[in-house]
């Protein structure tokens, strides 16, 4: 049998670079769809050294007539809709653009699955954000949805919409409901680069303090490469159902802070308390970190946590990374980029 062909939407993000690395391992023909930006948009994929074995197609998820078109050239077996815009933060001040993209944007691949290639089978990148105000610890996948941002909203729109797709047309399609998922290719706009980043800063330049919002906002982070093979084996299996993708561990921006400073070999005394809060380096007494009130969000999601067992079960998945060398991995990358003048992603 010919290769499979898989299309991979937001190719140019942290999933997209993994996710293609995975695939083409495994002798996909992978194609990525990019929209077009003014600046260098491959730095992931020439990282992993996997750049010149991908066919690119250009696609803007908001345009109809430019996903027909790429699905009717491409024809893929597999399609995996990682595009969206994926910032939490940014979503409260541009609600609209995030709908259009994140809800609209899943939408319209699906019409377009379901009248140009209505065999291939769908991935679609669900959230942990969609659980919000949480109302049950851990989350599973019968978990009922709250969500708490403009972001949220939306991927609850393409949620359904899949889940809809499947029941209406009988679509082989499904969702990840991946947790928080983390990596040295994570964009630095996201708490734990901007962590990693930071620290590596202060430590190796004595740049800070880094300025950060709620530290008690708690996390389920796994690495972003045990999430990608976990998206691959949904579209492996006969049962076509939605999953939670998660480690069962949670902990605290603060943790993750600590985790992150002592990777660096850098001890931190927290002071005051809220808004006044700040951690000093005990060797120094000098303020590394310091809380900013602007990277507060109108709504948080207090606690994330899930409970993987149905992968575990049904996909024989596990989580291999611990966050302890999740953070290790991170730091030691952007260790190197600061000492090297080369921070990527920027
Ligand atoms: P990411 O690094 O932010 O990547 C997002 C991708 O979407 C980029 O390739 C981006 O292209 C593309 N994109 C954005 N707007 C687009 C548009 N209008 N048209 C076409 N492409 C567009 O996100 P990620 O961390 O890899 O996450 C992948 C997916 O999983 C996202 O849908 C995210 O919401 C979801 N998710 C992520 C996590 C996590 O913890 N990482 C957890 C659950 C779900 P540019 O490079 O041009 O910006
Ligand atoms: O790293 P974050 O920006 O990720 P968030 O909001 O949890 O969203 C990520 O995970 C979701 C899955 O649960 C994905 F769907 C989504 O696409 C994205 O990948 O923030 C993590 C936590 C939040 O509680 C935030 O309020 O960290 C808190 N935080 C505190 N200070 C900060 C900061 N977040 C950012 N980005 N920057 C800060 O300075």
Redesign the pocket.
Known sequence: MANKTALI?????????YLSKLLLEKGYRVVG???R?SGI?TWRLRDLQILDDIEFAS????EDSNVRGVLEKIKPDEIY???????VGDSFTQPIYTT???AV?ALRLLEGVRTVVPTAKFYQ?????MFGKVQQVPQTEETPFYPRSP?GVA?LFAHWTVVNYREAYGLHCCS???????SP???IE?LPRKVTLGMAKYALRGEGPLRVGNLEAKRDWGH?RD?VDAMWRMLQTASVTDFVVATGRTHTVRDFIEMAASACGIALDWQGTGHNELATERATGKVVVSVDPAFYRPSEVDLLVGDPSLAKEALDWSPTVRLEELVAEMVEADMQRVSSNHVSGF
């Open positions: 939407t937001g190719i140019t993000g942290q999933d997209g670079a769809s990019m929209r930006t948009g696609m803007e998820l908001t809709n990682l595009a969206a815009q994926s910032f259009q993209v994140t944007g990148a669900s959230t942990s954000e972001y991927k990840g409901i991946l947790f928080n998922h983390e290719l994570r964009g996201f972003a999430y």
